[in-house]
């Protein structure tokens, strides 16, 4: 089972609120939240390959804000739940 990314800015640690809001400074002046539409802007589709952090203010490549969860951690956590079931069961 895919988990969602833990979406932080790989600098300076910082993670996007639902209030924050990035502008389309190439071509059309939107204003939008750059996770919601995975760094496309809704204006005039412009992919942005780097994002700013609002918090440090320094520009990472959009990509490296997606941090992934491990497979082997999420099979940890499937399993977990199964081994605790069958000690209750003895």
Do not use: N
Not at 52 to 72: G, I, K, L, V
């Amino acid at each position: 089972m895919a988990r969602e990314p833990d979406i932080h800015c790989p600098q300076c640690g910082y993670r996007p609120s639902p209030l924050d809001r990035w502008y389309c400074t190439v071509d059309c002046g939107t204003r939008w939240h750059t996770f919601w539409t995975g760094g496309v802007c809704p204006g005039c589709g412009y992919a942005w390959q780097e994002t700013q952090c609002p918090a440090c203010a320094r520009t990472s490549p959009h990509r490296s804000w997606y941090h992934f969860p491990r497979e082997d951690d999420d099979e940890l956590e499937r399993s977990e739940p199964l081994e605790k079931a069958d000690a209750i069961r003895g």
